[in-house]
């Protein structure tokens, strides 16, 4: 008699539902062929996760996009219960009215976790209704136009927002971003010529990429991880030549807990300027793990931006760097600084790591690794990775390299040759 048991159906609902949420969406729907019983296990899932593999794809784009937003429809014109999650990722699908409709039906569910992102050059614009979804707390959007009504309030519940490509007004990127009291995790992709305020409280990780004229972390006091990467056009170097303040302190000022920092293209160049009238003395005592890449080694306001974060680091343990690959025509000579301009204890005694790459051997990126080796008694290993522009002496470098004293009995420079 137990052989002939239908053990899996007979599981409770929670067990079948947990099982199906697993699979595709396409083909837990299809369970519904497998007997009257299981018709209709699938419409309770609460994760609906939708993409190209939903249809059978052919070579009449028309017909995949009509299949796709039909099997669509039909999931949720059939659903029963909550919808926890539901995430949309094709390449197909174009700006269609149908998704609006479908919006509507998910703001009337109390969607918790919501993605969307049509295929490239497709963007659409939210509904107002889509606001409606108070009970967010994971935000995926690309390629959008976000239009927040008036009386928008904000997503009191969300704490993770990812917005790539998205066409918004400057004031309500800022809002929105405000009144989402329990945010944690920001994630802002190709945004274009942004001047931005960020005041998130329980923020904790922060990824900015895109075409930043200012960028203030303004209430951030929980942040522990930043990454972030700028691109520079006309209008924004034009703006950085003009902008006044210490960009250091208005980025850096309001971070007292941050563990990792990664700065990315033109990242030191934007917290150089007015870096000489900066006064915040913070101490990023939790700082552990810090890059830094394309530093130009021949711009002095971009070294003392370096220097800045690691004498203010001490409990720093691993520190990666990479220089800039476009390099003036000549040396700069001032390397009084590394003699006379520092303070008399410049001790890194946590530090164990250093990688840098891109090296291209000009005088402050030499003095710059004769000081690390100098104030670091407990470094393990400095790996250095030449530019590929060198042609010429390596073997000289290598050698003056290797002659530099180093405080650390344990520590080990490598060199090594990054591929192309």
């Given at each position: ?48 996760v939708f993409d190209d593999r939903c249809v059978t794809t052919c070579y009449d784009k028309s017909v995949v996009e009509s299949n796709l937003i039909h099997f669509i429809t039909r999931c949720l014109f059939l659903h ?252 700069i000579h001032d390397l009084e600084i590394w003699e006379k301009g520092l303070p008399a204890d410049c001790t890194f005694h946590k530090l164990k790591v250093v990688k840098i790459s891109d090296f291209s051997a000009v ?58």
């Amino acid at each position: 008699m137990d052989s002939e048991r239908d053990l899996i159906s007979d599981l409770p609902q929670s067990i079948i539902e947990a099982i199906l949420v697993k699979v595709p969406i396409r083909d837990a729907v299809m369970t519904s062929a497998l007997s009257t019983k299981w018709r209709y296990k699938w419409s309770s899932i609460t994760e609906l996760v939708f993409d190209d593999r939903c249809v059978t794809t052919c070579y009449d784009k028309s017909v995949v996009e009509s299949n796709l937003i039909h099997f669509i429809t039909r999931c949720l014109f059939l659903h029963n219960g909550p919808i926890h999650k539901f995430a949309l990722s094709s390449s197909y699908l174009p700006n269609t009215p149908d998704i609006d409709q479908w919006l509507l039906f998910l703001s009337r569910k109390d969607v918790k976790e919501l993605s969307i992102e049509l295929g490239e050059g497709e963007w659409f614009k939210a509904p107002s209704y889509f606001f409606s979804c108070k009970k967010l707390t994971h935000l995926e959007l690309v390629r959008c136009e976000l239009d927040p009504p008036l009386n928008f309030k904000g997503f009191m519940c969300l704490k993770h927002l990812n917005l790539q490509q998205v066409v918004i007004p400057p004031c309500d990127i800022e809002n929105l971003i405000s009144s989402c009291p329990l945010l944690e995790n920001l994630e802002l992709s190709y945004f274009d010529s942004l001047e931005l305020t960020i005041r998130a409280p329980k923020l904790r990780y922060l990824n900015l990429e895109g075409e930043f004229k200012e960028i203030c972390l303004e209430n951030t006091p929980n942040l522990v991880g930043i990454s972030v990467a700028m691109y520079m056009t006309d209008d924004i170097a034009e703006h950085f030549e003009q902008s006044s303040g210490c960009n250091f302190d208005k980025f850096l000022g309001n971070v007292p807990l941050i563990e990792h920092l990664t700065g990315h293209i033109y990242f030191t160049k934007y917290l150089s300027i007015g870096n000489d009238e900066g006064s915040n003395p913070m101490i990023y005592n939790h700082l552990k793990v810090l890059e830094l890449y394309q530093v130009s080694f021949e711009d002095m306001k971009e070294i003392y931006v370096v220097l800045r974060l690691i004498l203010s680091s001490p409990n720093l343990e691993q520190l990666l760097i990479s220089g800039s690959t476009i390099t003036a025509s000549t040396d700069i000579h001032d390397l009084e600084i590394w003699e006379k301009g520092l303070p008399a204890d410049c001790t890194f005694h946590k530090l164990k790591v250093v990688k840098i790459s891109d090296f291209s051997a000009v005088l402050h990126e030499m003095a710059f690794i004769k000081f690390l080796l100098l104030n670091s008694p407990v470094l393990e290993s400095m790996t250095i990775a030449p530019s590929f522009c060198i042609m010429d002496g390596k073997l000289k470098m290598l050698i003056e390299l290797l002659s530099y004293r180093r405080t650390s009995p344990l520590a080990t420079i490598k060199f090594v040759q990054e591929q192309a």
